[in-house]
């Protein structure tokens, strides 16, 4: 049977939640975008009394630079579909303030992340990292032409988007690949290229911050559309 991008949901919030199952802390960077929407409303109608958000952290991979009531905002998006329908305490969510100058926010993001994250290898350790991929390859808000962002000392970095200009907080690599778990939500016909050329180190495979995600405990939610050029 064809997989759909509810069926992704479904599979990705059993995974999710046995991960919280086994943690007395589970500290999460979230990812913004169409699939975690999707998981997000699942995980709030079906998931809402059987996990213990009250030891549950969130945090973001990347937030654009907007107010947190803003509809670009990932915080707000995360709010609407899942924060406001579950009972987490507020002082477990920690976000991007994307209304601050971004340089000096992703300097205070990274020092949030050194304050409140275990330190493993010298970097902050989230326990699960969600992650998407976009049609270009990017991931968090590393876009290809940004590739070098990813090797940045920092914890965090501002990014620009190539077409619109806006200017964004995310994540770098050495916080990225330190987490413990890395899961790509990733869904829809046009990201099926680079689902194949990322996962099977294809064609122009290096130019894709996507590609340089590393870690043993990297897992792929794949609709079908996404999987197709796999098969």
């Not at 000096?104 to 990292?129: C, K, M, N, R, W």
Request: net charge negative; hydrophobic share 35%.
């Amino acid at each position: 049977m064809d997989t759909t991008k509810q069926e992704v949901a479904e599979t990705f919030a059993k995974t999710l939640n046995s991960l919280i199952k086994g943690n007395d802390k589970t500290r999460i960077a979230l990812s913004g975008g169409s699939t975690p929407k999707v998981v997000f409303d699942y995980l709030a109608t079906q998931y809402k009394d059987q996990i213990m958000w009250e030891n549950v952290y969130f945090y973001w991979g990347d937030e654009r630079c907007v107010a947190p009531d803003d509809m670009e905002s990932n915080y707000k998006m995360t709010v609407d579909h899942l924060i406001s329908k579950i009972n987490i305490p507020e002082e477990n969510i920690y976000r991007i303030k994307g209304e601050n100058k971004p340089e000096e926010e992703a300097i205070a993001y990274g020092e949030t992340l050194s304050y409140t994250l275990p330190e493993v290898h010298g970097s902050p350790q989230f326990d699960l990292v969600i992650l998407g991929m976009g049609d270009d390859g990017h991931t968090a808000s590393i876009f290809p032409h940004e590739i070098h962002l990813w090797e940045s000392e920092a914890n965090c970095e501002v990014a620009v988007h190539p077409d619109s200009g806006q200017r964004r907080i995310t994540l770098t690599g050495k916080v990225i690949n330190n987490a413990k778990h890395i899961a790509f939500l990733v869904t829809g016909e046009g990201k099926a290229p680079k689902v194949r050329e990322v996962i099977r180190s294809e064609g122009n495979y290096l130019d894709y911050p996507a590609s340089l995600v590393a870690t043993e405990n990297l897992e792929w939610f794949l609709d079908h559309a996404a999987a197709k050029e796999l098969t």
